[in-house]
């Protein structure tokens, strides 16, 4: 995956390039936080490593920035490094967007160690997030066919009926199968379950808010066209 490493420290910021380039990520280096703001615009990496005391911008400046342009495809993991000294400004860098971050001191001797784990924690999670919009996608795809589905039904359900009422009466009049007198009463059929077929086309134009019906003969749950749709 993409990754962003933003560390005002030359020597810091090899060591924590190497962590992350060894952990297979493709990295992006950057000195202080407008760059990172520019790099991040760039590459919407997923993985975001900041530290807190960066020049020109903050490591809060950056966090809010890359919240507020977040990829829309994904989750961007944003992990913060900080001092002794910035340890009381967490809570800030949580709210500005942060997703964890390391704790480190003036030798830094350990930083390497402590960002490989965290690197694997923001692999699972970033991993973890896509797999979860994979599913909701699908949800909502087996939700919208499923609405298809239940729509077909109901049409058929409300148009086939009258139709077939309709297309009956016309025949008999066409191969004048009627008694002397009739005609009359035949062709009022014909003209009210026109008017059911349109009053059902015109709810279904106007309905706003489609929401489901069970039926009690056990024929599952088809879409409800209330008689008010159209009011």
Known sequence: MKALLAEADPRIRAELAAVVGA??????????????????????????I???????????????????????????FVLV???????????????????????????????????????TIAERRIATDAARRHAETALAEAQRLAGVGEMAMTLQHEINNPLAALLGHAALIEQELYDPG?????????????????????RLSALRYPASADFVRGDGAWLDLPEDAAE
């Open 50 to 76: 900041i530290a807190d005391d960066l020049p020109l911008a903050s490591g809060i400046d950056v966090c809010r920035h890359v919240r507020a342009h977040a990829r829309r495809d994904g989750q961007t």
């Open 182 to 202: 009739e005609e009359r009463a035949l062709l009022a059929v014909i003209v009210e379950q026109a008017h059911r077929i349109a009053d059902v086309v015109k």
């Open 81 to 119: 490094v900080v001092d002794d000294e910035a340890h009381g400004r967490l809570a800030q860098l949580l709210d500005a967007g942060a997703d964890d971050f390391i704790l480190t001191d003036a030798h830094v001797s350990g930083l390497p160690a402590r960002l490989a784990a965290r690197t």
């Open 23 to 48: 952990a297979g990520h493709d990295v992006t280096v950057v000195g202080d936080g407008v760059a990172a703001i520019e790099a991040y615009g760039r590459e919407q990496p997923s993985f975001v």
